[in-house]
């Protein structure tokens, strides 16, 4: 097999965990396997190189930036690239220009436009181990970018899609993906297997495991995706195509989001255009609304409900503000959280929805906005009630079994 390795800043944290690191790489080439290894910064490396930066201004050039930040992973990847020689084993670091990654010009937030494979096939045939540093690659004038935060899982994903990889594997400090966040409910249980798309909808329960840009990659190239930890030999989660045996499991995850705040207004004038200019004045201020809520109208009236993040709640407000003639009313709420209950199950069951709605109300949480899509269902609630919700739902499901 061809398999993609690629390791976090935890798990490559101080030169004992690149040890460890290098004696994993070193085992699954035992095994027979081709490698291609992608490494993060040392844990806080990047920051650092930021706080850095910040030393002299607020503000640096992007393009220096990346200059900059990009040298995180180029250290690791030099030094695993060490270790693994020092062990006895064939291996070449590679940076990411090297491993032919083609980037377009967006300095600090850069897309992988194209990948040329040569290089690491090359090595791949003379036996090599290939190591390369995660999170970069070039522009086309050949200045060095880099992909955003979490960025190596993308690099991951990309070379494993260009290198027809069988697998790719993300090593992290947590062993899979849970059925929901352990700090709310200890009985939370790791999953074997989930969907892209309920990844993508339970995004939150995977953030410090998985980059979400990453994942609608593994989607589009349809690459095979573990989550794993490296610091224990458990199976991990695997994410990948959706498949029959995954309809049979109702539902896979619930998942808590604190980052809510609910903008109601009432009695708005039910005219053609009305939706259009509420809706581009917040896109212009490049305030991201989730849920959306409108109403039939009577008399000529309508209400309308959306959220927003709650960093947004201000600005949301006074914009508002400017259609005051236009309704009799509007309600402000920061004090909202969304649960959403996820799962592909539910394209092929119906009562997903009404157990949710039922276990709410048995605990007497008020439902103030609700929506849904193929799925997952999402209920806007106090944001007192969050936690229970979580839990409650959790166990009605049978997530703990
Ligand atoms: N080192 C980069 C970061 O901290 C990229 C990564 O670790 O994936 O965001
Ligand atoms: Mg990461």
């Known amino acids: 097999m061809l398999i993609v390795q690629k390791y976090g800043g935890t798990s490559v944290g101080d030169l004992e965990r690149i040890e460890n690191v290098a004696n994993r790489v070193a085992k699954t080439r035992e095994k027979g396997h081709n490698v291609v290894v992608v490494v993060s910064a040392m844990s806080g490396e990047t920051n650092k190189l930021i ?55 967006t300095h600090t937030y850069a897309r992988i436009e194209s990948i040329d494979p040569t290089a690491m096939q090359n090595a791949i045939k003379e036996g090599k181990i290939v ?20 960025g190596s899982d993308l690099s991951a994903v990309a070379l494993a899609g260009a290198l027809k990889a069988d697998q790719c594997e993300i090593y992290s400090d947590v062993d899979g993906i849970y059925t929901t966040d352990p700090r709310i409910e200890p009985n939370a249980k790791k999953l074997d297997t989930i969907s892209y798309d309920e990844m993508l909808e339970l995004a939150s329960l ?36 959706e498949n029959n045996n995954m309809e049979a499991v109702l539902v896979s995850g619930v998942v808590l989001d604190k980052n809510q705040a609910r903008v109601t207004l009432r009695g708005v004038a039910d005219r053609p255009g009305i939706a259009a200019e509420i809706f581009t004045k917040l896109a212009d201020a490049n305030i ?95 944001e007192k009630y969050g936690e229970l919700a979580i839990r409650t739902l959790h166990e009605a499901y049978g997530l703990d079994k």
């Open 206 to 241: 995977g953030a410090k495991v998985l980059q979400n840009r990453s994942v609608e990659l593994a989607k589009k190239l349809n690459v095979k995706l573990y989550a794993k930890s490296s610091f224990s030999d458990n199976e991990g989660t695997l994410i990948t195509k």
């Open 131 to 150: 190591i390369v540093a995660g999170f970069q690659g070039i522009n086309k004038n050949g200045s060095v970018t880099t992909l955003g935060r979490g």
């Open 288 to 382: 991201n609304v989730d849920m959306i809520i409108q109403n039939m109208g009577t008399d000529g009236l309508t209400n309308l409900g959306f959220t927003v993040p709650h960093s947004e709640h201000e600005n949301a407000k006074k914009l508002m503000e400017t259609f005051d003639h236009e309704m009799e009313g509007m309600d402000f709420d920061e004090h909202v959280c969304k649960v959403s209950v996820v799962g592909v199950g539910m394209k092929s069951h119906s009562g997903v929805a009404a157990t949710a709605f039922t276990v709410l109300a048995q605990n007497n949480i008020n439902i103030q906005m609700i929506s849904t899509s193929e799925i997952k269902v999402s209920m806007v609630i106090d």
């Open 51 to 105: 706080g850095y930066a910040e030393h002299f201004t607020s503000t640096p050039a992007k393009k220096e930036m990346d200059m900059l930040l990009s040298s995180g992973e180029r250290v690791t990847a030099a030094l695993l690239s060490i270790a693994l020689q020092a062990k006895g084993y064939d291996a070449v670091a590679l940076t990411g220009r090297q491993a032919g990654i083609v980037t377009d010009d």
